[in-house]
Each structure stands twice: as structure tokens, then as C-alpha cells.
């Protein structure tokens, strides 16, 4: 995933100048950003401080782990489930 240039201090601040009445174009303007990642960063961290942030990205780590680690096992148990397939049956066989 490609990293932001503005750290979450950055985003803070220029979010908190925008609550002070300076208009949008004009902000994006000054700090080099698009209008719309304004309203992305906006929707994602409106009314958050800066300890609310960190907690929410270190859940969105956390969960993206979690899923790495959830695909791993899923494909461990596919790949079981074709060998036991493989394998044949002893019990439809004729003992000797």
C-alpha cells in the first residue's frame, strides 16, 4: 500500500485549520494535496485526536495480520483436504 507523505500529526493539523474556517481549495493549495484527499482523510479521521488515530492504525494492522494468518490456515486445510481425498478408503477393502 503506498504511504502517505503526510505523517498523522500533519493530517491532524491540516484537518483542525480546516475547522477554523479556512476553505478547502485554498488549504489543499498550500499543502499540495487534492480536494479529494482532503475529504478521504476527513471522513476517515474527523473528529479524532492524535491517540484515537494510532489506536485505529494499530487495529488496522492488527486485523490485516490476523487475515494474512486466516488465508495461511485456510490454505493448509485445503490442501489437507486434497490429500485425504487422495488417500484411498481401507474400509471398502477386503481383509485378508
Not at 41 to 58: H, T
Not at 68 to 81: T, V
Request: glycine letters at 6%.
Amino acid at each position: 500500500m503506498k504511504r502517505s507523505k503526510f505523517s498523522d500529526s500533519q493530517i491532524l493539523s491540516i484537518l483542525k485549520e480546516a475547522e477554523s474556517g479556512i476553505c478547502v481549495p485554498d488549504l489543499c493549495r498550500t499543502h499540495g494535496m487534492s480536494d479529494a484527499t482532503f475529504y478521504k482523510w476527513r471522513a476517515k479521521f474527523g473528529g479524532m485526536d492524535a491517540s484515537m488515530m494510532k489506536r485505529m492504525k494499530e487495529l488496522e494492522e492488527e486485523n490485516r495480520r490476523l487475515k494474512k494468518m486466516y488465508a495461511e490456515e485456510k490454505l493448509k486445510a485445503e490442501i489437507i483436504k486434497e490429500a485425504m481425498e487422495k488417500i484411498p478408503d481401507k474400509a471398502g477393502q477386503a481383509q485378508w
